[in-house]
């Protein structure tokens, strides 16, 4: 999946550089997808995929998943 030049741009200012495959997982959730649906379109475990979502909450110094999708709202992911 390819994002567009201004959201990659917003992405690459995150607190941690993020792979393709961190970057579509975030699209997904920013689109409201739960975690199964994310997980099956992205041909992983739930829990590997709650697994990164872990570590990028850590990295990005949030305790929840609300407060993930507001730093992928402000990053403009939200659409």
């Not at 739930?46 to 850590?58: A, D, F, G, I, V």
């Not at 990005?60 to 609300?66: A, D, H, P, Y």
Request: net charge positive.
């Amino acid at each position: 999946m390819s994002l567009g030049g201004a959201r990659s741009a917003l992405l690459d200012n995150c607190p941690t550089s993020l792979s393709e495959r961190q970057r579509s997982m975030l699209l997904h959730l920013a689109r409201g997808l739960s975690d199964r649906s994310v997980a099956n379109r992205m041909a992983i475990s739930e829990r590997t995929l709650q697994r990164e979502l872990k570590e990028l909450m850590s990295a990005w110094g949030v305790s929840s998943r609300l407060q993930l999708g507001v730093q992928i709202a402000l990053r403009g992911l939200h659409s």
